[in-house]
């Protein structure tokens, strides 16, 4: 049984009964939930817990594989178990979920700023998990959350926000972002200022229109929703009979 | 957070400062970084602060031309890194100023010659011997920006006033907060006031919008910037055109006096035919 939880540092990929499952049967497992939704994790890099298993090397690179192949990047594995923690680091992982800030943030790697920890998300389901963030989210920067994802702030040109859940933005949003990546079709967007460059709900894709330069769009809250597999954009005043 | 310096701290000119490294970075090449660099430099030391200017574009080194100090080269920051020389011997002092001193990059290797520890190491150093060290980043995001912004306590982030510039801004400012960098400011280049009126360039709300960053200063676009910079005589030696003033203004403010923010206006055709006090 593999969960996929937001944590402080980025996604954390839960092995739960890993002691008791051979460790190719896990591997295949997360192969086919990352082919699965693709563009969830794509360029993300993951931490793996996997309880008490006892890993060797070469089965740590079985995953490693497994993530390069879909662009995803292994940093760090904990473990209950003390083989598994030494074989972890002797491949130059981390072990545990505290870094300092340098080590996480290289140019190449864009800082997964998921902040707030939070225990067990039911992705994108009622009452889920979400991740609550108060600032602008700027270009480059990656917001990565199984649950749901609310910033107050604004979202910048070049930022990209993707979420298992909804999205709202208290805020202009300009980046690009993705609800229900994780495969929710229900999932919606919804902005103050609603001027992405590009949104994606579930499977669909939308592309605005690029605005004429200057060219300033109208503020008024608007959400972005799934109907018949298309993305539409509504007023928020009628969220009422479009959310039905 | 910490209390922004543009609401001044220093009120006695002779109180010695504690150090501070100060990074000038952009994203963008040439925007104006290393004027700006060997000019608020000046500036600051003639204020009688304690300053050396870092160049840490190894391999494509400038700063020593625009401050025309490029003869006197004999010892650079690799040498140093790599024991070659003190680091006493690798400073270039400028006579233009009681203490200002120039510690130039390399011409012949490139960015990986130092590492961003290395540089810490370097300020450590300098933070003994001076008030002020200012590191001229080169452009990009890559080894070169990260080696000069690891040892930085201010950032000072200079853009010009078009949508390019803005949106690199807006991706190093994130880069400097995600490490852990607070102070923030940011420099707004080659302002011109007609054209901003215009709408052919951004205005200073515009950035403000996408940026969310205080600014120290803006600087108007001057035609003696190109003839000094060539002439190795930065503008602010002697200069008393727009721009000189307004980096004067920004070193005013960093060494912790209050000088209120103008933002230039363009001048009607009344002021432009009586000159701009009527």
Same mark, same amino acid.
Request: proline letters at 5%; aromatic letters at 4%; one cysteine or more.
């Given at each position: 049984?593999?969960?996929?939880?937001?944590?402080?540092?980025?996604?954390?990929?839960?092995?739960?009964?890993?002691?008791?499952?051979?460790?190719?049967?896990?591997?295949?497992?997360?192969?086919?939930?990352?082919?699965?939704?693709?563009?969830?994790?794509?360029?993300?890099?993951?931490?793996?817990?996997?309880?008490?298993?006892?890993?060797?090397?070469?089965?740590?690179?079985?995953?490693?594989?497994?993530?390069?192949?879909?662009?995803?990047?292994?940093?760090?594995?904990?473990?209950?178990?003390?083989?598994?923690?030494?074989?972890?680091?002797?491949?130059?992982?981390?072990?545990?979920?505290?870094?300092?800030?340098?080590?996480?943030?290289?140019?190449?790697?864009?800082?997964?700023?998921?902040?707030?920890?939070?225990?067990?998300?039911?992705?994108?389901?009622?009452?889920?998990?979400?991740?609550?963030?108060?600032?602008?989210?700027?270009?480059?920067?990656?917001?990565?959350?199984?649950?749901?994802?609310?910033?107050?702030?604004?979202?910048?040109?070049?930022?990209?926000?993707?979420?298992?859940?909804?999205?709202?933005?208290?805020?202009?949003?300009?980046?690009?972002?993705?609800?229900?990546?994780?495969?929710?079709?229900?999932?919606?967007?919804?902005?103050?200022?609603?001027?992405?460059?590009?949104?994606?709900?579930?499977?669909?894709?939308?592309?605005?229109?690029?605005?004429?330069?200057?060219?300033?769009?109208?503020?008024?809250?608007?959400?972005?929703?799934?109907?018949?597999?298309?993305?539409?954009?509504?007023?928020?005043?009628?969220?009422?009979?479009?959310?039905? | 957070?910490?209390?922004?310096?543009?609401?001044?701290?220093?009120?006695?000119?002779?109180?010695?400062?504690?150090?501070?490294?100060?990074?000038?970075?952009?994203?963008?090449?040439?925007?104006?970084?290393?004027?700006?660099?060997?000019?608020?430099?000046?500036?600051?030391?003639?204020?009688?602060?304690? =300053? !050396?200017?870092?160049?840490?574009?190894?391999?494509? @080194?400038?700063? %020593?031309? $625009?401050? &025309? #100090?490029?003869?006197?080269?004999?010892?650079?920051?690799?040498?140093?890194?790599?024991?070659?020389?003190?680091?006493?011997?690798?400073?270039?002092?400028?006579?233009?100023?009681?203490?200002?001193?120039?510690?130039?990059?390399?011409?012949?290797?490139?960015?990986?010659?130092?590492?961003?520890?290395?540089?810490?190491?370097?300020?450590?150093?300098?933070?003994?011997?001076?008030?002020?060290?200012?590191?001229?980043?080169?452009?990009?995001?890559?080894?070169?920006?990260?080696?000069?912004?690891?040892?930085?306590?201010?950032?000072? =982030? !200079?853009?010009?006033?078009?949508?390019?510039?803005? @949106?690199?801004? %807006?991706? $190093?400012? &994130? #880069?400097?907060?995600?490490?852990?960098?607070?102070?923030?400011?940011?420099?707004?280049?080659?302002?011109?006031?007609?054209?901003?009126?215009?709408?052919?360039?951004?205005?200073?709300?515009?950035?403000?919008?996408?940026?969310?960053?205080?600014?120290?200063?803006?600087?108007?676009?001057?035609?003696?910037?190109?003839?000094?910079?060539?002439?190795?005589?930065?503008?602010?030696?002697?200069?008393?055109?727009?721009?000189?003033?307004?980096?004067?203004?920004?070193?005013?403010?960093?060494?912790?006096?209050?000088?209120?923010?103008?933002?230039?206006?363009?001048?009607?055709?009344?002021?432009?035919?009586?000159?701009?006090?009527?």
């Amino acid at each position: 049984m593999i969960a996929i939880k937001g944590y402080r540092h980025g996604l954390l990929i839960v092995f739960n009964d890993a002691a008791q499952t051979p460790w190719f049967a896990h591997l295949r497992e997360l192969e086919a939930k990352l082919d699965a939704t693709p563009h969830f994790f794509r360029g993300s890099s993951v931490a793996f817990d996997v309880k008490d298993a006892t890993l060797d090397e070469e089965d740590l690179r079985r995953a490693i594989d497994v993530l390069r192949t879909r662009e995803i990047k292994l940093w760090a594995v904990i473990s209950q178990n003390a083989e598994t923690c030494a074989r972890v680091r002797s491949l130059g992982l981390a072990d545990r979920l505290t870094t300092t800030v340098a080590a996480r943030c290289t140019p190449e790697q864009p800082a997964h700023l998921s902040e707030g920890a939070r225990n067990s998300p039911s992705p994108s389901g009622e009452g889920g998990d979400g991740l609550f963030v108060r600032r602008r989210i700027r270009s480059g920067q990656i917001l990565r959350h199984p649950g749901h994802i609310v910033i107050m702030g604004d979202v910048n040109p070049g930022a990209q926000i993707i979420a298992g859940g909804d999205i709202i933005v208290w805020g202009r949003l300009n980046g690009a972002v993705h609800a229900g990546a994780l495969g929710n079709p229900k999932a919606v967007v919804c902005a103050l200022e609603m001027s992405p460059t590009c949104v994606r709900i579930a499977e669909a894709v939308y592309i605005p229109r690029t605005l004429e330069r200057g060219q300033r769009k109208k503020r008024a809250a608007q959400i972005a929703l799934l109907k018949e597999q298309e993305i539409i954009f509504a007023p928020w005043d009628v969220l009422t009979h479009t959310l039905k | 957070m910490l209390p922004s310096i543009l609401n001044g701290h220093a009120m006695n000119e002779h109180t010695p400062l504690e150090a501070q490294v100060i990074t000038v970075t952009s994203g963008k090449g040439g925007v104006g970084k290393t004027t700006l660099t060997a000019n608020v430099g000046i500036a600051l030391a003639q204020l009688g602060r304690k =300053v !050396v200017v870092v160049d840490s574009d190894i391999g494509l @080194r400038n700063l %020593d031309l $625009v401050m &025309g #100090l490029e003869h006197r080269i004999v010892y650079d920051i690799v040498d140093y890194v790599e024991g070659r020389c003190r680091l006493r011997q690798a400073l270039i002092r400028d006579k233009r100023a009681a203490e200002l001193f120039l510690l130039p990059a390399a011409q012949t290797r490139d960015k990986t010659a130092v590492t961003p520890q290395q540089m810490i190491q370097v300020c450590d150093e300098l933070r003994k011997e001076f008030e002020f060290i200012l590191i001229d980043s080169p452009a990009g995001i890559e080894q070169g920006f990260q080696n000069a912004l690891a040892p930085a306590d201010l950032v000072l =982030v !200079v853009i010009n006033p078009e949508v390019s510039s803005v @949106r690199d801004a %807006d991706r $190093v400012i &994130g #880069l400097a907060e995600s490490q852990g960098k607070t102070q923030i400011y940011l420099v707004i280049n080659r302002v011109v006031p007609a054209r901003v009126k215009r709408q052919e360039m951004l205005s200073v709300e515009d950035i403000k919008e996408v940026l969310s960053t205080e600014i120290i200063g803006i600087v108007p676009e001057d035609d003696a910037i190109l003839s000094a910079s060539n002439r190795g005589m930065p503008v602010v030696c002697n200069g008393k055109g727009p721009a000189a003033l307004a980096y004067r203004d920004i070193a005013r403010r960093l060494s912790g006096e209050h000088v209120p923010l103008e933002i230039p206006q363009a001048l009607g055709w009344w002021q432009r035919l009586f000159g701009k006090a009527s």
